[in-house]
Nanobody, 121 residues
Framework: QVQLVESGGGLVQPGGSLRLSCAAS????????MGWYRQAPGKQRELVAR???????DYDDSVKGRFTISRDNSKNTVYLRMDSLKPEDTAVYYC???????????????WGQGTQVTVSS
């Protein structure tokens, strides 16, 4: 069993900042990529940012220069620092972790429960 617990969402004014956290726990052998996706009402879930086990990052063009993804491997935790937030950033944000639960297992995607981010004045 693997659990992903997200925190840090909320309501913020345009131009404000938030920091999301996602901690993975349970039966974890090795973690590969960690990332954040978001889904706005009526839209498909989209990748926001991801980070590999080696620290390589990738961002959607809409958040480059405003969002920063990082990870703490000692805590199995991934963070998303969001600055200069815009109303169009409003969505449910989901944590995604790719990991193996044992030596012989295959890589599997796990998802957090989602945390609401609302940017509004």
């Amino acid at each position: 069993q693997v659990q992903l617990v997200e925190s840090g969402g909320g309501l913020v004014q345009p131009g404000g900042s938030l920091r999301l956290s996602c901690a993975a726990s349970g039966s974890i052998f090795v973690i590969y990529a960690m990332g954040w996706y978001r889904q706005a009402p009526g839209k498909q879930r989209e990748l926001v940012a991801r980070i590999t086990s080696g620290g390589t990052t990738d961002y959607d063009d809409s958040v480059k220069g405003r969002f920063t993804i990082s990870r703490d491997n000692s805590k199995n935790t991934v963070y998303l620092r969001m600055d200069s937030l815009k109303p169009e950033d409003t969505a449910v944000y989901y944590c995604n972790v790719v990991l193996r639960t044992s030596w012989g297992s295959s890589r599997t995607d796990y998802w957090g429960q989602g945390t609401q981010v609302t940017v509004s004045s």
